[in-house]
Each structure stands twice: as structure tokens, then as C-alpha cells.
């Protein structure tokens, strides 16, 4: 290898040292690593040139250019050396991942030093002749925008999709860290520069960053700036106002957004936008629109081979069938977009289709497959610093929790999850928080806590126009009016509820809607009414198999019908709702359906087969008390 080519090469890496050095003295620790990260790169690149004798070629879709480049050198490298650039790979990547039962690593002067010294080592391992001139002076500006600009691109490509894999979190933090701190100090950049900037804020969550940049990007004269980063940049402040939950600017953006990526041809740019207008109207209401934006999405994600939108949008029409009731569809679609999602390591797609089967799961009664596909989506997403998918997560083993009794534990998962949402802006993720909570301080007779918090939730949910949260909220307040006997106001409540799910085309809450004006109903001693409402309850439960709401409406009705004097149809009822929670292993279920058994069998004279009933009965109360 030439002197001069040497030169470059010893060059570069002193560069990116200096400036680890420096960033490390000014406390910039994320970015002191991305520049070790660079001279790590630049150091196996260039052992693969003088062992080879060219730049490395790499195949599509390589997931790590840096991995395989290493690869392909291995067995020419000393063990030593291939040992240290894998450590360095290793610290540069993996050293803000955490778990829960772990504090989180703290990158501190000692820790850069420590990276520091492994490069050093290896430079000198293997060009001893030609020392890194660690004494030079540093261009610091220049190598800051050089380094800014090696990696703006990928950052760019990287922030077209909705996540971050785990071996580039670290570059968009020092990526944004370096970048953010050069604007404070009035460096100048190309407005494509300023996007990525951007985009990695955005990426770690400082959205008001963001938010600035993308807006004094959109304000430039346009032909300072592309119509494909015109694009992202909208495209970016939707997914902003979506995360706040302000659905009106969201879909402005992105069909502002989207008109662009027409106009241009960016076919895989305007498949994103259709889904995330989708997920808007769907979230709104507005399903047949949803239906429809989905659809065309789909088609053209397909055509073009985009699979991670294509598994986006099947993502995205699970919900909207699992929030119709169709879980047999719901279940397909969520599993289909698994499957690709594991096949190209879409991490943020695989951890919310493994939450949202476990929904499905957990409505059809099977609480430990809920728990256990939860868990593994908690994982996915704390590997992965997916915090919006932890958050998720936690959230819904605190309702598995909170279903099984447990209430200190499930207040403790909402409360953490909590935490996260307010620490990211997530809307969605506080009001499902403050609503656990809420529900859980009815439980405890704490009405006017509940209450609070409720009226909370309703007016986020109002404010981001979330319909189907909207309803859920006036549901629960309705429920604390019904417990203070005003059934007056509950009904009203109920049966707006009712019309709100009705319009959306929510069956879930359609039924839950019915069951309680059906509970009103028979507190009112209106039997007839109750019944009419209770059995198309009923068959919305059968429809969409929420197995724990029809045993709970199969109680209501064998209680009615037994009131009635209908033994015989009230024992029908209260043996089927016997055999559902049978089914779904719910013990306490299990013992009340058979208290209702044996009663029917003592008011009709059979008394040996109330005491075997009864027998039957204290064998499910003591399973279920563990």
C-alpha cells in the first residue's frame, strides 16, 4: 500500500480519535463513540483493502456492512486484533442496552477511554510502522460536518421507516448529540443535513428538536431543498402530531406528505403515508375509509416488494378486524405480519402483533398464552430500546393482572408504564395508563379518584378525536354513576356509548355497552328490556369469541330467567357459562356457576345432585384461591 494512501488512512483514524477526545471532555459521550465507531470502521475497511486489494462489495440488503467486512477478513487477522474490533463493535453498539432489572449503562469519560484504548491497541497491532499522530490539531468543525455527512445518508434511509434496529441506535444518538450540539454553537448545514438531524431527534425521542428542525427545514425556499426530503420532513411532523395525538395536523401532514411522493414516483414513501392515514381514520372512526386506504396501500407495497410496509398494513388491519370482532381474521393477519416481520428483523412490528395476539388470547380466555406472548414482546422491545412497545407491554400485563385480582401488581406495571409514555409524549399510552389506574381505584371504593381520572381521559381522547377511547371513558364514568344509584344518568351515558361504538363499528364495545344497560335494566326490574339487550350482547360475544364476556352474559341471563321462574332455561344458561369457564380455566367462574347449579337444584327438590354440585362447587373455590 502506498505511503500516501497510508497516510490518509492514519489520518482519519487520529481524526476520529482527537475528536472522541474531545466530545468525551465535553460530555457528548454518545457522539465520542460514534467517531470511535467511525475509526473502528475505518481501521477493518482498511485491512480488507490491503488484504484484498479493493473496497469491499457489498450484497443487497446487507444488514451490517461493518459485520460482513469483518467476516471476510477474519481468518487473515490475528485473533487478537479480530477480538479487539469485535469488542469495539460490540461497546460503540450494544452499551445502551439495558433490561429492566438492570440500571442503565452510563457512558462515562472512563468508558469512551476504555474504547479509546482498544483502538489504539489495534491500530498499533497491526501498523506499528506508521504511529497515529495524536498530537496533531484538529479541524474540529471540519471533521464534525465529515462525519455528519458520512452517516446523514443512512440516517435518512434508516428514518424513512417507523423504527431503528438495535446495531445503529448508537449512531443515531452521537449522530443527533453531534449534530445538535454543532447548531447550538451556529455551525451551518445543508438543509438535506438538517432532515437527518432531524430525523435522529425525533428517532430518540427529543420530538421538540424535531419538530424545529423540520419546520425550518419545510420554511427554506423549496429549491433548497429536495421534494424527497420535503416529504420526509412532513411525513416527520405527522408521525409528531400523531404521537401527541393531534389527528387534525397528523393527517394534514401527511397528505401534504403524500401529494409529494406521487408526484415524484416515491412509491414506497406513498404506501407509508396511505397506512398512516389509514391508522388515523381508523383511530377516528372513520372505518370504511380506513378500509379503503389500507387496501391501496397494501397493493401498492406489494408490487413494489416494500415488505416492511407490507407487514405494517397487515399489522394495521388485524386491529381494525379485532376491534370489529373478527378475530379468526384478526389472528391471520397479525401472524402473517409476524412472519415477515421475524423474517427481515422488524423488531417494532414484531413486539405490537405479538401484543396484539395476546389480546386475542386473553379474550378467548387463555390468560397464559396472553402472558406469555406479552412477555416475549416485552423482551423484543426492551432489547431493542423500543420504549413505546415496553410501555405497551407493561401495560397489558397489567391488565392480565388486574383480571386475575392482583391490583397492587397491575397498579405497579401501569405506573411504569406511565412513566414511559409521559417520558416519550405518547397520548395513547397515558390515557390507557390513567385508565388502569382509574379503574383499579374504583375497585378500591376510591369513586372520586376514579372519576378524575376518567374525566382526564375523556378529554385527551376527545381532544385527539379518539372515538373508540372516547367511548371507554364515558363507559367507566358510567359505571361510577351506576355505583352512586344515580341509573338515570348511567343509562344515558350508556346508550351514548352505545351509538359511539354503533357509528365505528366497534363490536367489543357495542357488547360491553349492552351488558351494562342490560345490568341497568334488571336493577330497574325491567326483565324484558334486559333480556332484549343482554342476548344481542350475547351474540356479539359469540361473533367476536370474547369468551369472558359471554360467560359473564350467560350469568346475567340465568339470573333473570331464574328470577323468572324459568329454572329450566336459567339452568341452560348457568350450564354453559359453567363449560366457558371451564374452558378458560377460570376457577372463581367455575365455582359461581355452579352456586347458581345447586340453587336451581334445591328450589326444584333435587337434593343429591345439589350436594354433588355444591362438592364440585368448593373444589373450584379452593383452585381458585391457589
Known sequence: MSGALMDDFSREVSERLALARISRDQSLFAGALLYCRHANECMVKHQYVKIHGESPVFPPNTM??????????????????SEMFDSINRLTRGSMHHAEEIEIVQIDARYVNSVIGLIETAYAYLN??????????????????????????????????????????????????????????????????????GLALAHIGRLDDAEKLFTSAISNPTDSLTKENRAICLSGLGRISRHRGDMEDATDYYNLSL??????GNQAGEASDLCNLGDIARKTGDGDSAD????????????????????????????????????????KLHTESLEISMEMGYFQRQSSNLGSLAKIAANRGDNHKAERLLE??????????????????????????????????????????????????????????????????????????????????????????????????????????????????????????????????????????????????????????????????????????DLRGLAATLSHLGTIAFEE????????????????????????????????????????GEN???????????????????
Open 64 to 81: 451490517s456492512k461493518f459485520m460482513f467486512t469483518l467476516k471476510a477478513i477474519r481468518k487473515e487477522l490475528p485473533r487478537q486484533v
Open 128 to 197: 506499528s510502522e506508521h504511529p497515529l499522530s495524536l498530537d496533531q490539531v484538529v479541524d474540529e468543525q471540519s471533521v464534525r460536518h465529515e462525519a455528519l455527512a458520512k452517516d446523514a445518508q443512512e440516517i435518512r434511509e434508516i428514518s424513512l421507516e417507523d423504527y431503528i434496529s438495535d446495531d445503529v441506535r448508537l449512531v443515531i444518538e452521537g449522530f443527533a448529540n453531534i449534530g445538535i450540539s454543532a447548531f447550538e454553537q451556529g455551525e451551518e448545514f445543508a438543509t438535506r443535513d438538517i432532515v437527518a438531524i
Open 376 to 545: 416475549q414482546s416485552l423482551e423484543i422491545s426492551r432489547l431493542n430500546h423500543y420504549r413505546r412497545g415496553e410501555a405497551n407491554d407493561l401495560a397489558d400485563l397489567a391488565l392480565l393482572e388486574r383480571r386475575r385480582g392482583n391490583l397492587e401488581t397491575a397498579e405497579s406495571l401501569y405506573g411504569q408504564s406511565l412513566r414511559i409514555n409521559r417520558d416519550i409524549e405518547h397520548i395513547g399510552g397515558i390515557v390507557a395508563c390513567l385508565g388502569g389506574i382509574a379503574f383499579i381505584a374504583r375497585k378500591r371504593k376510591q369513586p372520586e379518584k376514579a372519576e378524575k381520572l376518567f374525566n382526564e381521559c375523556l378529554e385527551m381522547n376527545r381532544k385527539s378525536k379518539d372515538k373508540r377511547g372516547e367511548a371507554i371513558a364515558l363507559s367507566e364514568l358510567a359505571r361510577i354513576y351506576s355505583d352512586r344509584g344515580d341509573l338515570k344518568k348511567s343509562k344515558k351515558m350508556n346508550q351514548n356509548v352505545l351509538a359511539i361504538n354503533r357509528k365505528i363499528g366497534n363490536k367489543k364495545g357495542m357488547a360491553h355497552a349492552l351488558a351494562n344497560l342490560g345490568y341497568i335494566a334488571t336493577k330497574r326490574r325491567e326483565f324484558d328490556l334486559a333480556k332484549t339487550q343482554y342476548q344481542e350482547c350475547l351474540d356479539l360475544n359469540r361473533e367476536i369469541q
Open 292 to 331: 379503503n386506504l389500507y387496501s391501496e396501500s397494501l397493493t401498492l407495497a406489494r408490487k413494489i416488494g416494500n415488505r416492511r410496509v407490507e407487514a405494517t398494513v397487515l399489522s394495521s388491519q388485524g386491529d381494525r378486524a379485532r376491534h370489529d370482532g373478527d378475530t379468526d381474521l384478526a389472528e
Open 259 to 264: 401529494e409529494i411522493n406521487r408526484k415524484i
Open 565 to 604: 321462574g324459568d329454572n329450566e332455561t336459567a339452568r341452560e344458561y348457568f350450564q354453559e357459562c359453567l363449560e366457558v369457564n371451564k374452558d378458560t380455566n377460570n376457577s372463581r367462574g367455575e365455582s359461581a356457576a355452579l352456586a347458581k347449579l345447586v340453587k336451581i337444584a334445591k328450589s326444584e
Open 608 to 626: 343429591k345432585l345439589a350436594i354433588e354440585l355444591d362438592e364440585k362447587r368448593r373444589q373450584a373455590w379452593k383452585r381458585s384461591q391457589g
